[in-house]
């Protein structure tokens, strides 16, 4: 327990805690500063999941946020690029964005490669804002 002082303006003779102070003393961690568009894609904002994979077919579905597109329409295509980079699935999709869902891209990808850390499978996106 740190020392105690007598509390000179507490009624009978509480006693104060004193903490010691500790010269450059504070939470440090890496700070980035990310400066975008008023319209974008806020970090973590891509969700890839597979909910069906066999060796015939595999479903993919890719639901990317964007923030402050307000009225605009928003047109996203994205390229999935097998190992040997080919294209294996492409979509070229615009809509509105309705009160901030993510905007959804569904794929079907036939006879599909399994990836591994030594065989991985690309994502391309791009995204226009009109």
Same mark, same amino acid.
């Given at each position: 327990?740190? !020392?105690?002082?007598?509390? =000179?303006?507490? +009624?009978?003779?509480?006693? %104060?805690?004193?903490? +010691?102070?500790?010269?450059?003393? /504070?939470?440090?961690?890496?700070?980035?500063?990310?400066? %975008? $568009?008023?319209?974008?894609?806020?970090?973590? /904002?891509?969700?890839? %999941?597979?909910?069906?994979?066999?060796?015939?077919?595999?479903?993919?579905?890719?639901? !990317?946020?964007?923030?402050?597109?307000?009225? =605009?329409?928003?047109?996203?295509?994205?390229?999935?690029?097998? +190992?040997?980079?080919?294209?294996? =699935?492409?979509?070229?999709?615009?809509?509105?964005?309705?009160?901030?869902?993510?905007? $959804?891209? &569904?794929?079907?990808? &036939?006879?599909?490669?399994?990836?591994?850390?030594?065989?991985?499978?690309?994502?391309?996106?791009?995204?226009?804002?009109?």
């Amino acid at each position: 327990m740190p !020392t105690v002082k007598q509390c =000179a303006g507490c +009624p009978s003779g509480k006693q %104060t805690p004193v903490l +010691p102070l500790v010269s450059g003393a /504070g939470l440090y961690r890496n700070v980035r500063l990310v400066t %975008t $568009e008023r319209v974008h894609v806020p970090v973590w /904002g891509t969700q890839l %999941t597979t909910p069906h994979v066999s060796a015939e077919y595999a479903s993919v579905r890719l639901r !990317t946020t964007i923030r402050n597109a307000g009225d =605009a329409d928003v047109r996203i295509s994205t390229d999935i690029i097998a +190992p040997d980079g080919k294209i294996v =699935a492409r979509k070229d999709n615009s809509r509105k964005i309705n009160h901030g869902q993510p905007f $959804e891209q &569904n794929f079907l990808i &036939n006879a599909p490669s399994l990836w591994s850390l030594r065989h991985l499978i690309y994502i391309r996106q791009y995204l226009r804002f009109m």
